[in-house]
């Protein structure tokens, strides 16, 4: 029986790059660069929290409406990660995957993703998840439309073909906790269908400063949640 008070499918939209750099006088750039510190520290910390899939919200499909410098530059951040932690990825026994639109993604980003997905796959420990070029809604959509038509679809067989609408290789389980950080609280079309009992976890830290102590802190949080999932506690 898992242990119902770990959030073994953690979701974190990682937001306040741009303040946290705005705030030092720095290009918004740099408040991303910051962010892969936070990045590496997270994935770090989440298997001794017992988090089985992380899944980190890296770029939204409405993101391609910044500004074409910030745009280059944030892919150009994914394309070194991937370059430079692919490696402590398979020392660390974490298997990294990109979720999200690959098509609009340049040909050698889109490579390095490939390389990286290859070269991890064995991981067990975690199964880290990017999302780049992600949408919830885009993804229902193109779920619904590659489904056959021919009967109502169960829950399943639509959870299938939404995997397969975001190019993830094998099904992840539903989130239990959904972090934000970053002051917002709103889900930024980020995982709709998979958080429909998603425990929400909002803090104002700015992501760059976020660190494995307000990591356990969500954690905890989590723990101390009654879960009932529509029904009554007795039942659960
Ligand atoms: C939102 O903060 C953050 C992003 C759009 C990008 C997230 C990217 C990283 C954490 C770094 C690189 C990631 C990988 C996978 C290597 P914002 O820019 O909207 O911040 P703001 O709300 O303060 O402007």
């Given at each position: 029986?898992?242990?119902?008070?770990?959030?073994?499918?953690?979701a974190?939209?990682?937001d306040?790059?741009?303040?946290?750099?705005?705030?030092?006088?720095?290009?918004r750039?740099?408040?991303?660069?910051a962010?892969?510190?936070?990045?590496r520290?997270t994935v770090?910390?989440?298997?001794?929290?017992?988090?089985?899939?992380?899944?980190?919200?890296?770029?939204?499909?409405?993101?391609?409406g910044?500004?074409?410098?910030?745009?280059?530059?944030?892919?150009?951040?994914?394309?070194?990660?991937?370059?430079?932690e692919?490696?402590?990825?398979i020392?660390?026994?974490?298997?990294?995957?990109?979720i999200?639109?690959?098509?609009?993604?340049?040909?050698?980003?889109?490579?390095?993703?490939?390389?990286?997905?290859?070269?991890?796959?064995?991981?067990?420990?975690?199964h880290?998840?990017?999302?780049?070029?992600?949408?919830?809604?885009?993804?229902?959509?193109?779920?619904?439309?590659?489904?056959?038509?021919?009967?109502?679809?169960?829950?399943?067989?639509?959870?299938?073909?939404?995997?397969?609408?975001?190019?993830?290789?094998?099904?992840?389980?539903?989130?239990?906790?959904?972090?934000?950080?970053?002051?917002?609280?709103r889900?930024?079309?980020?995982?709709?269908?998979?958080?429909?009992?998603?425990?929400?976890?909002?803090?104002?830290?700015?992501?760059?400063?976020?660190?494995?102590?307000?990591?356990?802190?969500?954690?905890?949080?989590?723990?101390?949640?009654?879960?009932?999932?529509?029904?009554?506690?007795?039942?659960?």
């Open positions: 029986m898992p242990d119902a008070t770990v959030p073994r499918h953690t974190i939209i990682m306040g790059n741009g303040r946290w750099a705005t705030n030092r006088g720095w290009p750039l740099a408040g991303h660069r962010g892969i510190d936070a990045l520290r770090e910390a989440a298997p001794g929290l017992g988090i089985e899939t992380l899944t980190l919200y890296a770029f939204s499909a409405d993101n391609w910044r500004p074409q410098a910030e745009v280059d530059g944030l892919m150009r951040l994914f394309h070194l990660y991937l370059a430079n692919t490696d402590r990825c020392a660390d026994d974490v298997r990294l995957s990109v999200g639109r690959r098509d609009r993604l340049g040909p050698l980003l889109r490579a390095a993703i490939a390389t990286s997905e290859m070269a991890t796959s064995a991981g067990r420990r975690l880290l998840r990017l999302a780049i070029d992600y949408s919830a809604r885009d993804a229902l959509l193109t779920a619904a439309w590659n489904l056959p038509h021919q009967a109502f679809p169960s829950r399943e067989a639509f959870a299938e073909a939404l995997g397969q609408a975001i190019g993830a290789h094998d099904p992840a389980p539903d989130v239990d906790l959904l972090i934000r950080s970053g002051g917002e609280q889900l930024s079309d980020f995982l709709l269908w998979e958080s429909a009992y998603a425990e929400l976890y909002f803090t104002d830290t700015l992501w760059p400063d976020f660190d494995a102590e307000g990591f356990t802190t969500a954690v905890h949080h989590f723990a101390n949640r009654e879960r009932r999932f529509g029904k009554l506690k007795e039942v659960v």
